[in-house]
């Protein structure tokens, strides 16, 4: 069985924190930043927890791999990156809900 996945972007409030992730359950992973489920954790001590760019991919693999692709870029590119694809910047977190 191939399992499906996803590389996010998630940011902090004023948009200057930014962090890249991947998961096979977005809506359980976006809730675990905005829970600060992992105190510890990057996203935690700097809160990263605003959705604000995904893309879907049909295995977990291909998703990792692109999120190796977007770790790469500059901070324009990303930014150039989640422009196209939220003008906005508004926090998906709602829209993947009831996936």
């Given at each position: 069985?191939?399992?499906?996945?996803?590389?996010?972007?998630?940011?902090?409030?004023?948009?200057?924190?930014?962090?890249?992730?991947?998961?096979?359950?977005?809506?359980?992973?976006?809730?675990?930043?905005?829970?600060?489920?992992?105190?510890?954790?990057?996203?935690?001590?700097?809160?990263?927890?605003?959705?604000?760019?995904?893309?879907?991919?049909?295995?977990?693999?291909e998703?990792?791999?692109?999120?190796?692709?977007?770790?790469?870029?500059?901070?324009?590119?990303?930014?150039?990156?989640?422009?196209?694809?939220?003008?906005?910047?508004d926090?998906?977190?709602?829209?993947?809900?009831?996936w």
């Amino acid at each position: 069985m191939v399992r499906g996945g996803c590389v996010y972007i998630v940011v902090n409030n004023r948009h200057t924190v930014f962090y890249v992730g991947v998961t096979s359950d977005l809506y359980a992973r976006v809730t675990e930043h905005r829970e600060k489920a992992y105190p510890r954790s990057f996203t935690a001590k700097y809160d990263v927890s605003k959705l604000v760019y995904y893309e879907t991919f049909y295995s977990i693999e291909e998703a990792i791999d692109r999120k190796k692709q977007i770790k790469t870029y500059s901070r324009i590119k990303k930014i150039e990156l989640i422009v196209a694809f939220n003008p906005g910047w508004d926090d998906l977190y709602e829209t993947v809900k009831y996936w």
